[in-house]
């Protein structure tokens, strides 16, 4: 077995006869020991690495090995060292173990060595790549060839197909007293280059963000919005105005009444802690200045804000009915600063409080982002329905069976995202579009626009037109979600408790269904599809900068991704095949049964690629495996420890949410009573939630 792996490898990354190898880089002119600056030291022992990986029959293994022990006690590569040996030991055991216990696995290996030891097959390069994504990447077999998408998407749609025995016979009627909308901020210090002095804010703030400038850093985001950026790069400016202009027009068609408002909470992430106590005054200030808000009433919730809610209302609701006096798990689960998973789960269950406490008309809450706007003059002659129209769907809260026979609750829904520059071909233009370009590189490993494509395709782009798919009779579930356009219904918030874990740092929108995915006693929690309810994706619009910035922390934190999904998964009370067989292919994409391999190879292919493309300069995969490096160590050595950390945090945070909706339970029905205790937990209550309250006018 070890010898067949490791001739894939050196197939992978080693050239024959001179020239680059299957993935497009020329390892072995990338190991250049002579070199002595601290970006060839980089490059090389990036290299040493995938050399090393591909045996002792390359000609260069003796020379690799010797190069990262040299550098082994060296005390400024020393923590790289250990990342790449650590890395050998862990891959070559990792598809050991796979290989004895999955004969699936066993026979796909065998049967891509067979396939490239004969030089005949390796001409044909279409069908080395899928034999190389059956071992390394099954979700993404024949996705790369054109030929058979259709057939793909329609087989998918298939899979995801829901019969409907009973729609919502209560629907949200009004979606602007019903609904609670929700929205995160990211907010970190002005940058360097402008100064405190030159912001376009008041003395106050700025005397406190000289104060502010001066802690350490705590978290960090992929893209912040800096205190003082211009107004049109300041998406908090553009997706109030733009939820304001919808309520606007759907007043204007007669959907909504000329008094109503939209309730919209708005979680505050900050990169440094002092930041919390500025956001406020600085969007009041910001919004008067640049916008005319009249149709919302807008409230933020800092990491203090949630502190409050916990030490002045749960936790006394907790010792008065419950008589629990260990409530810290409330701290752990409930915030909004961290990992993005806290602050999702936060918005989601901020809804289930407002309904106990402040409002029990709100039915459901909706996400949205603050780069994202509702196009309501396309969805009119587009989709033939407003944006709020949409959400009067009976699918929302509808129940049926879905394809494997399962009974399910339909009490999540999802709509669908156009990019601004694509609206003007059509409002159900994919956002995501089947790549063109090569595969090569990393992306011989692991490409997941495959399967988000297909996945877009099927799920997102599906129009309940046609007797297929009906929205009477049938319609779609949705796995593949964005971390804006979904919500979901208050009652089934509140009966199936689903979270995304505070460890989870990406793709929080997908993650939130796997903590409830099955259910032994109730219908199985899903997302049904929407069509039509769309909106626009203006983020390279304007704020095209910052995400370039951000590429390659991004790319850190999606195999980072990999290695926490496929972890969660392990630790999830349900069969692993059975949750991959739900949420394949897109979503489980990033679920493998060898993710360190996946991983390690992904990642040392994509600094072999930026050192490939960049020729004197670079600077580029210096710094990718200087962030890279340290980031994805720390994980992967918290993951492979002793103990399963995921299974005890998984089980901290549902006991933990548990927690907190037995006490909004136990709170609600005293106040049904008209109990003095809760009646005065109440009033502290909309007290504490006024206090959050953004005011829009001088």
Same mark, same amino acid.
């Given at each position: 077995? #070890?010898?067949?792996?490791?001739?894939?490898?050196?197939?992978?990354?080693?050239?024959?006869?001179?020239?680059?190898?299957?993935?497009?880089?020329?390892?072995?002119?990338?190991?250049?020991?002579?070199e002595?600056?601290?970006? !060839?030291?980089?490059?090389?022992?990036?290299?040493?690495?995938?050399?090393?990986?591909?045996?002792?029959?390359?000609?260069?293994?003796?020379?690799?090995?010797?190069?990262?022990?040299?550098?082994?006690?060296h005390?400024?590569?020393?923590?790289?060292?250990?990342?790449?040996?650590?890395?050998?030991?862990?891959?070559?055991?990792?598809?050991?173990?796979?290989?004895?216990?999955?004969?699936?696995?066993?026979?796909?290996?065998i049967?891509?060595?067979?396939?490239?030891?004969?030089?005949?097959?390796?001409?044909?390069?279409?069908?080395?790549?899928?034999?190389?994504?059956?071992?390394?990447?099954?979700?993404?077999?024949?996705?790369?060839?054109?030929?058979?998408?259709?057939?793909?998407?329609?087989?998918?749609?298939?899979?995801?197909?829901?019969?409907?025995?009973?729609?919502?016979?209560?629907?949200v009627?009004?979606?602007?007293?019903e609904?609670?909308?929700?929205?995160?901020?990211?907010?970190?210090?002005?940058?360097?280059?402008?100064?405190?002095?030159?912001?376009?804010?008041s003395s106050?703030?700025?005397?406190?963000?000289?104060e502010?400038?001066q802690?350490?850093?705590?978290?960090?985001?992929?893209?912040?919005?800096?205190?003082?950026?211009?107004?049109e790069?300041?998406?908090? =400016?553009?997706?109030?105005?733009?939820?304001?202009?919808?309520?606007?027009f759907?007043?204007?068609?007669?959907?909504? #009444?000329?008094?109503?408002?939209?309730?919209?909470?708005?979680?505050v992430s900050?990169?440094?802690?002092?930041?919390?106590?500025?956001?406020?005054?600085?969007?009041?200030?910001?919004l008067?200045?640049?916008?005319?808000?009249?149709?919302?009433?807008?409230?933020?919730?800092?990491?203090?804000?949630?502190?409050k809610?916990?030490d002045?209302?749960?936790?006394?609701? !907790?010792?008065?009915?419950?008589?629990?006096?260990?409530?810290?798990?409330?701290?752990?689960?409930?915030?909004?600063?961290?990992?993005?998973?806290?602050?999702?789960?936060?918005?989601?269950?901020?809804?289930? %409080?407002?309904?106990?406490?402040?409002?029990?008309?709100?039915?459901?809450?909706?996400?949205?982002?603050?780069?994202?706007?509702?196009?309501?003059?396309?969805?009119?002659?587009?989709?033939?329905?407003?944006?709020?129209?949409?959400?009067?769907?009976?699918?929302?809260?509808?129940?049926?069976?879905?394809?494997?026979?399962?009974?399910?609750?339909?009490?999540m829904?999802?709509?669908?995202l156009?990019?601004?520059?694509?609206?003007?071909?059509?409002?159900?233009?994919?956002?995501?579009?089947?790549?063109?370009?090569?595969?090569?590189?990393?992306?011989?490993?692991?490409?997941?626009?495959?399967?988000?494509?297909?996945?877009?395709?099927?799920?997102?782009?599906?129009?309940?037109?046609?007797?297929? %798919?009906?929205?009477?009779?049938?319609?779609?579930?949705?796995?593949?979600?964005?971390?804006?356009?979904?919500?979901?219904?208050?009652?089934?918030?509140?009966?199936?408790?689903?979270?995304t874990p505070?460890?989870?740092?990406?793709?929080?929108?997908?993650a939130?269904?796997?903590?409830?995915?099955?259910?032994?006693?109730?219908?199985?929690?899903?997302c049904?599809?929407?069509?039509?309810?769309?909106?626009r994706?203006?983020?390279?619009?304007f704020?095209?900068? !910052?995400?370039?910035i951000?590429?390659?922390?991004?790319?850190?934190?999606?195999?980072?991704?990999?290695l926490?999904?496929?972890y969660?998964?392990?630790? =999830?009370?349900?069969?692993?095949?059975?949750i @991959?067989?739900?949420?394949?292919?897109?979503?489980?994409?990033?679920?493998?049964?060898i993710?360190?391999?996946?991983?390690?190879?992904?990642?040392?292919?994509?600094?072999?690629?930026?050192?490939?493309?960049?020729?004197?300069?670079?600077?580029?995969?210096?710094?990718?495996?200087?962030?890279?490096?340290?980031?994805?160590?720390?994980?992967?050595?918290?993951?492979?420890?002793?103990?399963?950390?995921?299974?005890?945090?998984?089980?901290?945070?549902? @006991?933990?949410?548990?927690?907190?909706?037995?006490?909004?339970?136990?709170?609600?029905?005293?106040?049904?009573?008209?109990?003095?205790?809760?009646?005065?937990?109440?009033?502290?209550?909309?007290?504490?939630?006024?206090?959050?309250?953004?005011?829009?006018?001088?």
């Open positions: 077995m #070890k010898q067949k792996f490791e001739t894939i490898i050196r197939y992978i990354v080693s050239a024959e006869k001179g020239g680059k190898s299957l993935s497009k880089i020329n390892i072995l002119e990338q190991f250049r020991t002579a002595k600056d601290s970006h !060839a030291i980089a490059r090389n022992l990036n290299a040493a690495f995938l050399i090393a990986l591909s045996g002792e029959a390359h000609p260069l293994y003796n020379q690799a090995s010797g190069y990262l022990s040299d550098f082994q006690a005390p400024s590569w020393e923590k790289a060292v250990h990342f790449y040996k650590d890395g050998l030991e862990l891959i070559r055991s990792e598809i050991s173990n796979r290989f004895y216990i999955d004969d699936r696995f066993k026979k796909e290996l049967g891509l060595h067979s396939w490239i030891i004969s030089p005949e097959n390796r001409k044909n390069h279409k069908k080395t790549v899928e034999k190389i994504y059956r071992v390394f990447f099954p979700e993404g077999v024949g996705l790369s060839d054109n030929q058979d998408r259709e057939e793909k998407i329609n087989l998918l749609r298939e899979k995801r197909k829901i019969s409907i025995s009973k729609l919502n016979p209560s629907p009627a009004n979606p602007a007293k609904i609670l909308f929700t929205s995160n901020m990211l907010i970190t210090i002005p940058s360097v280059s402008r100064g405190i002095n030159n912001l376009p804010v106050n703030l700025k005397q406190m963000l000289k502010v400038v802690e350490e850093q705590m978290y960090w985001y992929d893209h912040p919005i800096p205190v003082g950026v211009a107004p790069h300041n998406e908090i =400016l553009h997706g109030l105005e733009g939820l304001d202009e919808a309520v606007a759907e007043k204007k068609q007669g959907t909504l #009444k000329g008094a109503d408002t939209l309730t919209c909470v708005l979680s900050v990169t440094h802690e002092g930041l919390q106590n500025v956001v406020k005054e600085y969007l009041e200030d910001e008067r200045k640049e916008k005319n808000i009249q149709h919302l009433d807008a409230y933020v919730f800092t990491e203090a804000d949630t502190i809610l916990i002045e209302i749960l936790i006394p609701a !907790a010792e008065k009915y419950l008589g629990i006096e260990e409530h810290g798990l409330l701290y752990e689960v409930i915030g909004v600063n961290g990992e993005y998973g806290r602050h999702y789960s936060f918005l989601k269950a901020i809804s289930a %409080f407002w309904q106990v406490f402040i409002d029990p008309e709100i039915k459901g809450t909706f996400k949205i982002d603050l780069d994202q706007v509702f196009p309501q003059k396309e969805l009119v002659e587009q989709s033939g329905s407003s944006a709020f129209e949409h959400f009067k769907t009976p699918l929302w809260g509808a129940e049926g069976t879905d394809s494997d026979g399962n009974k399910v609750e339909l009490g829904i999802a709509g669908a156009v990019n601004k520059k694509d609206i003007k071909k059509s409002l159900f233009y994919p956002d995501v579009r089947f790549p063109e370009e090569e595969i090569n590189g990393d992306k011989l490993i692991f490409f997941s626009l495959l399967p988000q494509a297909i996945s877009t395709e099927a799920e997102m782009m599906t129009r309940y037109t046609d007797d297929a %798919f009906d929205a009477k009779k049938q319609c779609i579930q949705r796995v593949h979600v964005t971390g804006g356009t979904c919500g979901i219904l208050i009652d089934s918030l509140r009966r199936y408790q689903p979270f505070t460890f989870v740092g990406r793709a929080e929108d997908q939130y269904i796997l903590s409830s995915l099955f259910h032994d006693s109730q219908k199985n929690l899903r049904v599809h929407k069509d039509g309810l769309i909106m994706h203006d983020k390279e619009a704020a095209g900068e !910052a995400i370039k951000a590429s390659k922390g991004k790319l850190i934190g999606d195999y980072i991704r990999i926490l999904f496929s969660y998964v392990n630790a =999830l009370p349900w069969a692993f095949d059975d @991959k067989n739900s949420i394949d292919p897109f979503t489980g994409c990033f679920v493998s049964k993710p360190l391999t996946v991983v390690y190879l992904r990642f040392a292919l994509k600094a072999a690629s930026f050192f490939e493309d960049s020729g004197k300069d670079t600077q580029q995969g210096f710094e990718f495996l200087q962030v890279g490096l340290r980031r994805l160590y720390e994980t992967i050595q918290k993951l492979t420890g002793d103990t399963n950390l995921l299974l005890e945090q998984y089980c901290r945070e549902k @006991k933990g949410w548990n927690l907190f909706y037995n006490i909004l339970d136990v709170a609600e029905k005293n106040l049904k009573k008209q109990d003095a205790f809760a009646i005065k937990l109440q009033n502290k209550a909309k007290s504490l939630i006024k206090a959050c309250k953004i005011n829009f006018n001088a």
